[in-house]
């Protein structure tokens, strides 16, 4: 995207805008399940702006947890502000709660009710607790072991149930703006594969699970 684009999107840009609203059990039914570690209650749905890979402004949806629905508003109000680009913005039950399918979409995402990638005990994934969000994924890879994921091969399969192909655009920049979350009572994993987002840290953190 060119500088002369970008100046011209600054002016013409709509405000940012963004809601915030409950979450039901019904809203979730392939990313929630029963014995998760919060319940569909301790979750909000953020509806927020965000630029695209093709320069026009669309309104995407999260789910976080209740207690950083703020701190997600602020973080991407930043980013809409610095004209950072977002392929696209999905609750990840667009997926079937997939997270492969998710991820090789591009989708930046937040709540699923899954475990950690990673060795150890099992444990809680942060995005369990609605506490992190994978943005830009494609270009912003997750690294385990010398494996890549989004895995290449899976990268044209991960279209949303119904969804259209969407032509390619430069790959945005990787995203350092997201910062670390308060911890919830029952402390996830200390490692996370994904951008912990607040607006209250000083310091980005950057946790593998």
């Known amino acids: 995207m060119s500088l002369a684009l970008l100046a011209l999107l600054a002016v013409q840009a709509p405000p940012f805008a963004h809601s915030v609203s409950p979450v039901t059990k019904a809203q979730l039914p392939h990313s929630w399940r029963s014995g998760c570690p ?11 702006s965000h630029l695209g890979f093709d320069g026009q402004v669309h309104t995407g949806a999260l789910v976080v947890n209740e207690s950083v629905a703020r701190d997600v508003v602020v973080v991407f109000r930043r ?4 004209r950072f680009p977002v392929r696209r913005m999905r609750p990840i039950d667009a997926y079937g709660g997939e997270d492969e399918r998710s991820l090789a979409a591009d989708n930046t995402a937040a709540f ?3 475990y950690a990638v990673g060795p150890g005990p099992r444990r809680w994934s942060t995005h369990a607790y609605g506490l992190a969000i994978d943005v830009n994924p494609v270009e912003n890879p997750y690294l385990e072991g010398g494996r890549v994921r989004p895995e290449r091969e ?8 119904g969804s259209e192909p969407e032509p390619q655009h430069p790959p945005a920049a990787r995203s350092h703006t997201c ?11 200390s ?11 000083q310091k980005p953190s950057y946790l593998y699970a």
């Open 79 to 82: 980013l809409y502000g610095a």
């Open 179 to 189: 910062q670390t979350l308060p911890p919830p009572r029952t402390r996830p994993s």
């Open 112 to 114: 699923n009710c899954r």
């Open 38 to 48: 919060v319940a569909p209650s301790a979750l909000r749905r953020v509806r927020l």
């Open 191 to 201: 490692r996370s594969r994904s951008l912990i987002v607040s607006s209250g840290a």
């Open 154 to 161: 899976h990268l044209d399969s991960g279209r949303a149930v």
